[in-house]
């Protein structure tokens, strides 16, 4: 997991120091798997493994963020106003 610490500037111009478990960085492509092989069956099978398996995930994501409080704190930030980054990978 990567963690960031930085300063960041708000729209009004006033400055906050933030610590960050990056889930998605800045990116100009789509990414994805691509499923283009698969026959029909493959690919019915393939979507229904992996609804299944993502909303378990996001459940247990959900019951993590509400153990530690944290179900309302999923943040953007614009890469231009970051300053002072430091980046640590755990």
Same mark, same amino acid.
């Given at each position: 997991?990567?963690? &960031? %610490?930085?300063?960041? !500037?708000?729209? %009004?111009?006033?400055?906050?120091?933030?610590?960050?478990?990056?889930?998605?960085? @800045?990116?100009?492509?789509?990414?994805? &798997?691509?499923?283009?092989?698969? =026959? =029909?069956?493959?690919?019915?099978?393939?979507?229904?493994?992996?609804? =299944?398996?993502?909303?378990?995930?996001? !459940? !247990? !994501?959900?019951?993590?963020?509400?153990? #530690? %409080?944290?179900? #309302?704190?999923?943040?953007?930030? &614009? @890469? %231009?106003?970051?300053?002072?980054?430091?980046?640590?990978?755990?």
């Amino acid at each position: 997991m990567k963690l &960031i %610490d930085f300063e960041y !500037q708000k729209t %009004d111009g006033a400055t906050s120091t933030r610590s960050l478990a990056v889930l998605r960085e @800045p990116c100009t492509y789509y990414e994805g &798997i691509d499923l283009g092989e698969l =026959n =029909n069956d493959e690919l019915a099978d393939f979507t229904v493994e992996y609804t =299944n398996l993502y909303d378990e995930f996001l !459940q !247990q !994501q959900k019951l993590l963020f509400e153990k #530690h %409080d944290l179900k #309302h704190r999923y943040r953007r930030f &614009i @890469p %231009d106003r970051m300053k002072m980054l430091c980046e640590t990978n755990v």
